[in-house]
């Protein structure tokens, strides 16, 4: 979540609640797609949690969420191009 405040310019503990929110949406979105695996309890495979592909797509989704700048429509954008990119790249993160 740290790596995510910093992106948005985020300083404090107040919205923490919100941005788990967005955090756990994108991850759900790049599950959806294959990127990440979730188990049965809907937790995710922490190892790729740190990986800092996974993170900066987060990033990318959180900056949308946000109409960070103004620029949700790029970030959207950004985002997708990035999160298709790696489902395409043919299984690797979601068997890590």
């Known amino acids: 979540m740290e790596a995510v405040k910093a992106f948005l310019d985020i300083i404090g503990d107040d919205r923490d609640s919100d941005i788990q ?10 599950a959806r ?4 695996t979730v188990d049965g309890d809907g937790n995710y495979n922490l190892a790729m949690l740190a990986n800092p592909q996974i993170v900066g797509c987060v990033q990318l989704y959180a900056r949308y969420m946000v109409n960070y700048g ?12 990035k999160r298709d990119a790696l489902s395409l790249h043919g299984g690797f993160y979601a068997q890590q």
């Open 70 to 81: 103004g620029e949700a429509d790029r970030y959207l954008k950004n985002y997708c191009h």
């Open 33 to 36: 797609v294959g990127i990440l």
């Open 21 to 30: 929110q967005i955090i756990d949406d994108g991850l759900l979105d790049m």
